[in-house]
C-alpha cells in the first residue's frame, strides 16, 4: 500500500470523492437505461412492430421474412449493447477505484481510476472528433 | 529563496517517484483528453453557429450550446489540472478536481432530464 499524504489534500480528496460519486450515479443511470432499451426490444418485438412495418413495402421485406436481416440487426444490437457496457463500466470503474484509493489512502487505486478515467475519456474524444469531421464533410 | 528552493526540492521529489510519476502521467493524460473534448465541443458549436448564419439547417445548436457549456468545464478542469501538475500546485489542482465533479454533476442533471423529457413525450405520445 503506498501511502500519498504529499500529494492529494484534503479538499482535493473532498472534490475527487463527489466527482466519483456523481460519475458513480452517471454510470448507473446508463445501466439501468440500457436495461430498459433491451427490455422494451425484446418486449415490443424488433421485427414485428418497428422494422417490419418499416420495410413492409420495400424489397427488404424479403430478407427479414427470411430472417437473415433481423438476425442481423439483433446480433449489431448486442453487440452495441455490449460495447457501450464496456465503456460506461470505465466509469463506473473510475469511481470505485478513486474512493476505494481515497479511503485507503492508496495511489496506486487512485491511479488506476484515473486510467479507466482517461480511457473513457479517450474514446469520447475520438467519437467526438469523427462527429467533427463527419460535421465538417456536412457543409459540402 | 528558502521556500523557492524548497518547493524545487518538493518538485524533484514529486517527479522522480516512480508511483508518484506514474500518477502524474495518468492524470496528465486525463487533463490532455478533457480539453481536447472540451475544445471539440466549443469547435462543434462554432460550426452549428457557422452554418445558422450561412442559412443552411442547425437543428443541433442547441444540443451543441449545451454541449459546450459542459465541454467549458471539462477544458477548465483539464487546463486547471495540467497547471496544477506543471507547476506542483495544490490550488490549482484543487480547481481541477472541482471543474471535474462539476462536470460530472451538470451532465447528471442534464442527461437525466433530458430522459426524463424523452420519457414522458413517448408516454404521451403512446396515449
Given amino acids: 500500500m503506498q501511502q500519498f499524504d504529499l500529494e492529494i489534500d484534503e479538499r482535493s480528496k473532498a472534490n475527487l470523492l463527489l466527482a466519483a460519486h456523481w460519475a458513480k450515479n452517471i454510470a448507473i ?10 427490455l422494451g426490444s425484446i ?12 420495410f413492409s413495402n420495400s424489397q427488404l421485406s424479403s430478407l427479414f421474412e427470411n430472417g437473415i436481416l433481423s438476425v442481423s440487426l439483433f446480433l449489431f444490437f448486442g453487440i452495441l449493447c455490449f460495447v457501450l457496457i464496456l465503456y ?53 | ?9 518538493e518538485i524533484q521529489l514529486f ?10 502521467d495518468t492524470l496528465y493524460g486525463v487533463a490532455k483528453w478533457s480539453q481536447i473534448i472540451g475544445v471539440i465541443s466549443m469547435i462543434s458549436l462554432g460550426i452549428s453557429v457557422v452554418k445558422l448564419l450561412s442559412n443552411i439547417n442547425a437543428n443541433d445548436i442547441a444540443t451543441n450550446a449545451i454541449g459546450a457549456a459542459v465541454g467549458f468545464l471539462l477544458f477548465k478542469s483539464g487546463n486547471n489540472l495540467e497547471n496544477g501538475l506543471e507547476k506542483y500546485n495544490q490550488n490549482t489542482l484543487q480547481q481541477g478536481f472541482r471543474y471535474l465533479y462539476r ?6 442533471l442534464l442527461y437525466f432530464t433530458i430522459v426524463l423529457i424523452a ?9
Avoid at chain 1, 29 to 38: A, K, Y
Fill in chain 2, 119 to 127: 420519457i414522458i413525450v413517448f408516454i404521451i405520445y403512446q396515449l
Fill in chain 1, 88 to 140: 460506461i463500466n470505465l466509469l463506473l470503474k473510475f469511481s470505485k477505484k478513486v474512493v476505494s484509493g481515497i479511503n485507503n489512502n492508496d495511489i496506486t487505486e487512485i491511479t488506476d481510476g484515473f486510467r479507466s478515467l482517461k480511457s473513457y475519456f479517450l474514446i469520447t474524444g475520438i467519437i467526438m472528433i469523427l462527429g467533427l469531421i463527419a460535421d465538417i464533410f456536412s457543409f459540402f
Fill in chain 1, 43 to 54: 418486449f415490443l418485438g424488433i421485427k414485428n412492430s418497428f422494422v417490419g412495418n418499416y
Fill in chain 2, 1 to 9: 529563496m528558502q521556500e523557492q528552493l524548497q518547493n524545487q526540492e
Fill in chain 2, 15 to 24: 517527479n522522480h517517484l516512480p508511483i508518484i510519476s506514474k500518477f502524474k
Fill in chain 2, 103 to 108: 462536470y460530472f454533476f451538470i451532465s447528471f
Fill in chain 1, 29 to 38: 443511470g446508463s445501466f439501468f437505461l440500457i436495461g430498459i432499451v433491451v
